[in-house]
């Protein structure tokens, strides 16, 4: 209630308000969905991870709530992560983690005083602990742990022509599946593969990722029509350790290796197959 003074000096109600206040025993109510990458090895010069949650998280909590710990030693790993800016998506749902990149690409003060964040040949648990926070302030119902183990480096070109395709059935709703040569970045993977018809038309439809990210499908709204079709790839598609079709993260700064390419290969033809062909074959363009 606020009161105004009046000429008779006497307090009268001028307006008022009802307040209430949060709860402050809230159950937990988010939770993490997924963490990426799946595979249970990942290179020593590995570069993000991915945490999916199951509602809108807050701001300023990771570098509190996300540990590294060598399984063998039990030894906690300490400024290997980069915590700011902290790397959101629009929904506050999906936190990107680096790893200090200057201690990834050899060359670089980081790498050359500190090494590797990563110990190769060992293996690390990787956890996010129930303190974190969402959007309402509220801790997450439990923690989550994942062990990775430690493999060698990985520093070679994301290159198209190395995969495997399965094509489908014309008239049919089959998938198209890509088999790659090696674990991709989750996210990438979602926006950077796409089909076009032989007129440059996006083919709608659904894809998704395989296991431990080695695979992608593509699932046709429509069946399949008699024709050529093309699979689309961003050059910015990118391996576990930042890799990407057109140059090699991991390098050193001075070296010349053909780390990078000048006109990169980032499209596959195909044609779906009748249903006496059962042969595949690739068709790079």
């Known amino acids: 209630i606020v009161y105004k003074d009046t000429e008779d000096n006497l307090n009268k109600p001028f307006e008022s308000y009802n307040i209430q206040s949060l709860p402050n025993n809230l159950e937990p109510a988010c939770e993490i969905v997924s963490i990426y990458p799946t595979a249970n090895q990942i290179p020593v010069n590995q570069l993000k ?82 303190s974190f926070l969402d959007a309402h302030g509220t801790r997450l119902k439990s923690s989550r742990e994942t062990t990775y183990k430690i493999g060698p480096p990985e520093r070679r070109l994301v290159e198209i022509k190395n995969w495997r395709y399965h094509y489908p059935n014309t008239h049919s709703l089959e998938p198209i599946t890509v088999e790659f040569d090696r674990p991709l970045d989750h996210a990438l993977i979602q926006r950077c593969i796409c089909i076009k018809d032989n007129s440059g038309r996006e083919v709608q439809g659904a894809s998704q990722t395989g296991f431990e990210e080695r695979s992608w499908q593509f699932f046709p709204q429509i069946p399949w029509s008699i024709g050529q079709y093309t699979i689309i790839v961003e050059d910015i598609l990118e391996d576990l350790a930042g890799n990407s079709i057109k140059r090699v993260f991991d390098r050193e700064l001075l070296e010349d290796d053909q780390s990078v390419h000048d006109i990169p290969v980032t499209s596959h033809s195909f044609f779906a197959k009748s249903q006496e062909q059962k042969l595949e074959f690739p068709m790079v363009t």
């Open 49 to 130: 991870f991915y945490l999916h949650f199951s509602g809108p998280m807050t701001e300023g909590n990771s570098a509190q709530s996300i540990t590294l710990q060598r399984t063998d030693t039990g030894e906690h790993l300490s400024n290997v992560f980069l915590h700011e800016p902290e790397l959101w998506d629009h929904e506050h749902k999906r936190l990107t983690i680096l790893l200090d990149p200057a201690r990834i690409k050899r060359g670089l003060q980081g790498n050359v005083q500190s090494g590797y964040p990563l110990v190769q040949d060992t293996a690390i648990m990787f956890t996010i602990n129930e």
